[in-house]
C-alpha cells in the first residue's frame, strides 16, 4: 500500500551532484520522485541558486555547503 504524501512526489525535486550512482536515481524515479545526476559538483554560487528548487541534495565530499548557503536555500 502506497502511503499519501503532502507534497506530490513527482514535484519533489532531487539533485545529486558529483557522479552519484545511476541506481540512486533510478530508485528514485521508480518510486515517482523527480531526480536529477549532476556530474560534478556545485560552486557555492550555484548551490545559492539551486537550493531554492531542491528538495533533496545529495553530495559527496567534494561539495561544501557553507552557513552561507543555507541562509539562501
Known sequence: ???KVSFPKER???AMLESIHPVAQDVFREAG???EIIKGAWSED???RELSSVHIL???SKTEVRESVLKNA
Open 58 to 60: 545529495g553530495l559527496r
Open 33 to 35: 520522485y523527480n531526480a
Open 12 to 14: 519533489m525535486r532531487i
Open 46 to 48: 550555484d548551490l545559492k
Open 1 to 3: 500500500m502506497e502511503k
